[in-house]
Structure formats: structure tokens, C-alpha cells
């Protein structure tokens, strides 16, 4: 079931409609407060839409987020806002994906069913281990010498990430690609500044995630499993 929260009733229907013809169960509502009321089956997904009467969607997804139940179903945000600025708060708040208005409803469709596969493919995951670091994908923990370390969602997704590429460069577009779902057009520092937060919370095994100048990151730190 997918929970859509969307309050322009045209992009409502059409969205409800689409996803239904690609075979997908859909419960949509006008704003949160009639989601909370309504929504009686538990949500595989859900597509918030930024700005919404009564709560905003990041105010949902902070919710859902901090909601043991919900914190690990996937929440793609729908938004006419389409800034750089606006695609990392949202992110960052621990969206899986960012889809601004206007959009197709192809890519629309591809976009979930990315996510859903993302979703599905964590359950399988085993612990990383590497030095002093134990990073759980079940737990969504992250253990330095046996002292737990607070990350954010994309913090411990880069991290999951150069630790499943041990070894290997990683440029920016393909980190951005993997971590935040999307790419930015031209230059941007949203990677450096999650590593240089990652290495510092991580602190003196930080330093296994490797600049390689003009190019990426790489995980470098050492395989004890």
C-alpha cells in the first residue's frame, strides 16, 4: 500500500491513477492530519507532498522517522520547490528520494519502484565490519570500539556505502546517485561536507575513508569478518 499525501486534488487523482495501473495499492489523503484519521493499513511507502495545509511534509517525515514503526518505510517527497538547498533539507530529513514538480508519471514509477528494490535489498544485508568500526543495517547502528556513534540517515548510508565498495573510488556523482537517489547539475559540496561530519563523528577511524584527489572517497580500512 502506498500512502500518497498530496492536497492539489487534480495531482491526487492523476497520481492515484497511474500508480494503480501500474498495479500498485494507493490510499490518498489531502494533508497528514487526514492520513492519521484514515490510514488504517500499514504503509509500504509514501509520497509527501513539501507543502501542505496543517503540517508541512517535512513535518511528517519527521514523524514517521521518529515513529518505530514507520521509521523504515521508504518516503519519497513531491515538490514544486526544485533548489539544491531544498533537495538536501529534504534528504537530509531522511527522505529516500526527491521527485520535483513537474514530473512524469514514468519516471514517477520508476522512482518508487527504485526505492521499493533499496527498501527490500537492506533486510537481506549483513553486518560491515572493518577495524574498530560495526556498521548494522538491521539495527541501522553504528558501533566504534564498541561505543554506538549518532549518524544521520545519510551519514550511515555514505558510510554503508564505501564500506560495501571497500577499496574502490567512488566519485561524487556515484555517491550522490547511490546515497541521495539523484544528481546535482554542476558543482556542488554536499559529499565533502557529509564525509568531512562522517570522519569527524568517527573520529580517529575516520581516517579509513580516503580522499583520492580529483576523483572520490574510498573505504580503505581493513576486513576483520
Known sequence: MI?????DPSIRKLVSYALENAGFSVASFSSGEEMEKNGKEKAELYLLDI???????LE???S????PETRDVP????TAKGTEYDRVVGLDS????YIPKPFGMMEL??????VLRRAGHEKEKKDLVSSSIVLSPLSHTVKVNGEKVELTLKEFSLLELLMENRGIVLDRDRILSS?????FDGENRTVDVHIRHLREKLGKEGKAIETVKGVGYRFAGDNDE
Open 60 to 62: 511528517i517525515l519527521e
Open 51 to 57: 507543502m501542505l495545509p496543517g503540517r508541512s511534509g
Open 75 to 78: 518516503v519519497i517527497m513531491l
Open 64 to 67: 514517521i522517522r521518529s515513529t
Open 3 to 7: 500512502y500518497l499525501v498530496e492536497d
Open 179 to 183: 546515497v541521495w537517489g539523484y544528481s
Open 94 to 97: 531522511g527522505a529516500d528520494d
Open 109 to 114: 514509477i520508476a522512482r518508487i519502484k527504485a
